[in-house]
């Protein structure tokens, strides 16, 4: 059944994708049964079901397309723009994990950010619990992006305010935005990898003091499959991995989601581990702080397998790439050749390495026999200097890889071409670069190669003579004595001129 | 590629080290250091072909290389650490005794000058033991140096490094490591290849005397040598810190397994 509150767009269907995921879906199942929730704006069809599930469930859409489209059975849909919502319906829960930005229609007056909160906070019962996530306009995916927000050209953005809107830049300011308009602030995560769909959900203390060099590897690991053959920049993997490596994963995170209520009440209505990680096939694991300090994982959706101590340690291709541009031969040497013999059939980017001990980050992922020749790979066309550069070929660089691993034959099936690769502008430019000093580098060798076989074509052609001379007929060596007389006389007589 | 990978043998103790035939070393796709120098490990005046890869003793040279743009090296270490490392059973094999002394010396290109004689008075003041003095074989021709040598010592010539492929002695780093091995001290006037590899090879090097000069050569690249590495000169410097400095410049810790040489070179495996 679909209402029509007002402001609503006839004609335009949402184009870029809904909230969803499995992460936001574990969070929907930890809300109450048997309450009334808002849902606001675009969210996943398997995200609305799981809200729907023994709860009375409001949406709030836009565009009636959309609205038309929404197949779940006892949802009441409201169609319209957000500043028509009735103020007279409360409800214990608001869900807008797709943000604020695509609740407004061109019918409606332009709300800020502050201004759409209020309106959600109106839809709330008192102890009421908000879920709201807000994106970063400076968060990884925003740096890695081609494209110029404040210049986009779809339909919905008719007024493209990007990095100028007026949603908090940052974590704390989120908290204290929201805790200044009577919601405080509850539980607050980092999204990662893109807001609409994250695949690592982690608090912001996590980032500060939690196990960063893990969740370095799992936000990287996240953003390689979310990113797999996308234009993007720069790498969003190392981006994410650096940011959240050196302190930043909170910061630059591509949004935040905060649990906030209206009025605190005992307990929270949904508590966040300090870290929600998806993985492969719809798992999802939890990070877990012991008493003594130690960070392990649990697996609250999929294979138990999943469950156990965190390993400790760097990503094995972080590692290996920090030694290859710091030219480090023999640590580069140590790291090839332990994960040779330890891991040879997992991807770098599925090792954490520490000291001696490899051990995979993700169990659960599959093995790859090619895993020497991706890294070969990455580090042949990624944009890394490394202490080959004379070796451009990824096959022929694979070898030497092999080599300094301690192989004597080299196990390497050619890698998948492009597979899970962003596509990176940067390396684009890099490549074109590298394309150009060859081509110079090739025509001067041309030139050089010509100077050189000059001189050889002079001295085999002065062998020659010497050889015909000494070899010749009696006649050849009677007519070059000759010859040489003759020149001898020429010679006198011009000198004999000069003088 | 340059007929200078095949000084003194070198692809023929690579072709060795890397299981391949060692009188029949493959084309080496790059330049090989083929001495120490204080340049970008091609050493001034090697005709290069722009854009080939050069095959650089140590970390330090490749650094060095990249700042003098030739951004193409790859440190592999020095051939004479392959041939020690294969040849390490035989390390102390016999007595050491004496030093073996290496004069200063020109080559095709340029010759040095220098009194000859004021220096072996100064060596064998110095030396308590008995000296061995080894010639290059440009010094080693000249019959006029060679014999003011032969009145004051033992005088040796580890062979000719070869011109064009041709004439070299393959077996040259094999004479001399074996000379170094019989010596206790590694002596020269000029901190040189010859001084590493004795250092390396188990003698206390020392670097003093009338340095010389070549014709035509950078003095101030001379004296930065005696600046930049101390550790080295003297009558008696420490054999320790000297033999730790010789092993960074020949790149001790960076040798390749023979595949990855292998592959480094473009040679088949």
């Given at each position: 059944?679909?209402?029509?509150?007002?402001?609503?767009?006839?004609?335009?269907?949402?184009?870029?994708?809904?909230?969803?995921?499995?992460?936001?879906?574990?969070?929907?199942?930890?809300?109450?049964?048997?309450?009334?929730?808002?849902?606001?704006?675009?969210?996943?069809?398997?995200?609305?079901?799981?809200?729907?599930?023994?709860?009375?469930?409001?949406?709030?859409?836009?565009?009636?397309?959309?609205?038309?489209?929404?197949?779940?059975?006892?949802?009441?849909?409201?169609?319209?723009?957000?500043?028509?919502?009735?103020?007279?319906?409360?409800?214990?829960?608001?869900?807008?994990?797709?943000?604020?930005?695509?609740?407004?229609?061109?019918?409606?007056?332009?709300?800020?950010?502050?201004?759409?909160?209020?309106?959600?906070?109106?839809?709330?019962?008192?102890?009421?619990?908000?879920?709201?996530a807000v994106e970063n306009e400076l968060g990884v995916h925003r740096l890695v992006d081609p494209g110029t927000p404040t210049a986009a050209r779809a339909g919905d953005a008719w007024s493209p305010l990007g990095e100028f809107g007026s949603a908090p830049g940052r974590p704390d300011r989120l908290a204290a935005a929201l805790g200044a308009e009577g919601l405080p602030v509850a539980a607050l995560a980092a999204v990662w990898p893109l807001p609409e769909h994250p695949a690592l959900l982690a608090t912001p203390e996590t980032l500060r003091y939690g196990p960063l060099d893990?969740?370095?590897?799992?936000?990287?690991?996240?953003?390689?499959?979310?990113?797999?053959?996308?234009?993007?920049?720069?790498?969003?993997?190392?981006?994410?991995?650096?940011?959240?490596?050196?302190?930043?994963?909170?910061?630059?995170?591509?949004?935040?989601?905060?649990?906030?209520?209206?009025?605190?009440?005992?307990?929270?209505?949904?508590?966040?581990?300090?870290?929600?990680?998806?993985?492969?096939?719809?798992?999802?694991?939890?990070?877990?702080?012991?008493?003594?300090?130690?960070?392990?994982?649990?697996?609250?959706?999929?294979?138990?397998?999943?469950?156990?101590?965190?390993?400790?340690?760097?990503?094995?291709?972080?590692?290996?790439l920090t030694a290859a541009l710091g030219h480090d031969l023999p640590g580069l040497r140590r790291l090839l050749t332990g994960w040779m013999t330890e891991l040879p059939n997992v991807p770098a980017g599925n090792v954490l390495v520490d000291g001696d001990r490899y051990a995979r980050l993700d169990p659960s992922a599959p093995d790859r026999a090619d895993a020497l020749a991706r890294f070969a790979h990455t580090l042949a066309t990624g944009g890394y200097h490394h202490p080959w550069p004379g070796v451009t070929d990824v096959a022929r660089l694979t070898d030497v890889l092999a080599g300094a691993a301690g192989l004597t034959t080299a196990p390497t099936p050619a890698p998948t071409a492009g597979d899970e690769l962003p596509d990176i502008r940067r390396r684009h430019e890099e490549q074109l670069d590298a394309v150009r000093r060859r081509l110079a580098d090739a025509e001067d060798r041309v030139r050089f190669y010509e100077v050189e076989l000059g001189k050889r074509e002079a001295e085999l052609g002065r062998a020659k003579v010497q050889i015909a001379a000494f070899s010749g007929s009696l006649g050849y060596r009677a007519a070059k004595a000759g010859l040489g007389i003759a020149r001898a006389a020429r010679n006198r007589i011009r000198n004999r001129g000069r003088k | 590629m340059h007929h200078g990978n095949h000084y003194y043998g070198h692809a023929q103790v690579l072709a060795g080290y890397c299981g391949l035939d060692p009188d029949d070393p493959p084309r080496i796709e790059g330049y090989l250091q083929h001495g120490w120098n204080v340049l970008d490990g091609l050493g001034g005046g090697t005709p290069y072909a722009p854009g080939s890869p050069i095959f650089v003793w140590s970390e330090r040279t490749r650094r060095r290389a990249w700042s003098m743009g030739r951004p193409l090296a790859t440190v592999t270490g020095a051939p004479f650490l392959y041939l020690l490392r294969s040849e390490s059973d035989r390390a102390d094999e016999g007595e050491r005794e004496g030093t073996i002394w290496y004069p200063f010396h020109g080559w095709e290109g340029q010759q040095v000058s220098g009194d000859h004689l004021r220096l072996i008075d100064e060596i064998t003041a110095t030396e308590a033991g008995p000296v061995t003095f080894c010639l290059y074989w440009n010094e080693y021709r000249d019959d006029r140096i060679r014999a003011a040598y032969e009145h004051a010592g033992r005088v040796v010539c580890h062979g000719y490094r070869g011109y064009m492929r041709r004439q070299t002695d393959a077996r040259f780093l094999h004479k001399q490591l074996a000379e170094l091995r019989r010596h206790r001290r590694v002596a020269s006037n000029r901190l040189s290849t010859a001084i590493l590899y004795g250092a390396v090879a188990g003698c206390a090097p020392a670097v003093y005397g009338d340095p010389m000069h070549l014709a035509g050569e950078d003095t101030p690249t001379a004296e930065r040598i005696r600046r930049e590495w101390p550790e080295l000169h003297g009558t008696g410097p420490d054999p320790d810190r000297a033999r730790a400095v010789a092993l960074a410049e020949l790149g001790d810790g960076h040798l390749a397994s023979p595949a990855e040489l292998r592959a480094i070179l473009g040679w088949p495996s």
């Open positions: 059944m679909i209402t029509l509150i007002g402001g609503e767009m006839p004609e335009y269907a949402e184009q870029r994708p809904p909230a969803g995921g499995p992460l936001y879906r574990r969070l929907i199942d930890r809300l109450p049964t048997g309450i009334r929730v808002l849902i606001a704006g675009p969210h996943s069809g398997a995200l609305v079901r799981a809200v729907a599930d023994r709860r009375e469930v409001t949406l709030l859409l836009r565009s009636r397309p959309d609205a038309e489209r929404v197949d779940v059975r006892d949802v009441r849909v409201l169609c319209g723009t957000l500043s028509k919502l009735a103020d007279t319906d409360r409800y214990d829960a608001v869900i807008a994990l797709d943000g604020t930005g695509r609740l407004h229609s061109p019918e409606g007056p332009p709300l800020d950010w502050v201004e759409s909160v209020r309106v959600l906070k109106r839809a709330l019962r008192p102890g009421g619990t908000l879920l709201l893990a969740l370095a590897a799992l936000a990287s690991a996240a953003a390689a499959p979310a990113y797999r053959e996308r234009s993007v920049l720069s790498d969003p993997r190392r981006l994410a991995a650096a940011a959240v490596r050196r302190g930043l994963g909170a910061e630059l995170a591509p949004a935040w989601l905060a649990v906030a209520q209206l009025a605190t009440r005992p307990g929270q209505a949904v508590p966040l581990p300090p870290a929600l990680i998806a993985g492969p096939g719809g798992a999802v694991t939890e990070l877990v702080k012991s008493p003594d300090g130690t960070w392990s994982r649990r697996a609250v959706q999929g294979p138990g397998e999943l469950t156990g101590p965190l390993p400790s340690g760097r990503l094995l291709e972080e590692r290996l | -």
